[in-house]
């Protein structure tokens, strides 16, 4: 059955340092997203991508935040310099035209 | 602002009951409902729900949109320890890439 891959599955990173998440969505998805949930906290949005654009963004998602679809495959989100307060579990997602989305496994990031 | 409220948040039963947990929700221009099942780390998909009072069934688990009221339940009977988690529910609007959780229930089977 097809899924959502993610890497790393674990993080850990100086605060100030720049991170990339990557992500695998399904292969015939055409919208790609990244929420984060904060330990013990809501599933939260971030961004969605469609058609190698940003479609939609939340506050959350500010400059220190990117997505870049870089080849066919990977989704990746960069954090350009990380802060106590990014610690949390990162999830992607893709669906397909008005489908349900689709999680992976999460990234945990640890912000030290 | 859209909105998702789950009730109970915690919920302990023994094997063998059923649970009905609920979601209410505020959306601006409602396109669907859905419920995950979130275990150790991802939430995996259950049901996508968009119609008022059409049930959507898969084994145990069964759900039900009610658009007027601006609610759904998901239902599980002959609960398994296997059933232990947090299900969440999360609401779309229509033209919103986007999905709005609510803070889950979470749910307790014990032998």
């Known amino acids: 059955e097809p899924e959502v891959t993610q890497t790393p599955s674990h993080q850990v990173t100086q605060m100030g340092q720049e991170v990339i998440l990557r992500c695998v969505p399904i292969s015939n998805h055409l919208y790609f997203y990244w929420y984060r949930q904060i330990l013990g906290q809501k599933v939260e949005f971030l961004v969605s991508f469609y058609n190698n654009e940003i479609s939609e963004k939340s506050e959350i998602f500010d400059d220190q935040f990117s997505v870049e679809r870089p080849d066919g495959s990977n989704f990746t989100l960069k954090i350009r310099s990380t802060k106590l307060e990014d610690s949390a579990m990162y999830f992607c997602?893709?669906?397909?035209?008005?489908?349900?989305?689709?999680f992976g496994q999460g990234t945990r990031l640890t912000v030290v | 602002e859209d909105k998702v409220v789950q009730s109970p948040l915690s919920l302990v039963v023994h094997e063998g009951d059923t649970v009905t947990l609920n979601c209410s929700y505020e959306?601006?221009?409602?396109?669907?409902l859905l419920w995950y099942k979130q275990e150790k780390k991802a939430p995996t998909f259950l049901f996508m729900l968009?119609?008022?009072?059409i049930e959507k069934k898969s084994g145990r688990l069964s759900s039900i949109l009610d658009k007027k009221e601006l609610f759904s339940i998901l239902n599980i009977t002959a609960t398994q320890t296997g059933d232990s988690a947090i299900y969440l529910c999360a609401v779309e609007g229509e033209g919103a890439q986007k999905l709005v959780f609510g803070q889950g229930t979470r749910l307790t089977i014990n032998p």
């Open positions: 997602a893709s669906s397909g035209d008005r489908g349900p989305a689709f």
């Open positions: 959306v601006t221009n409602f396109r669907s």
């Open positions: 968009t119609s008022s009072g």
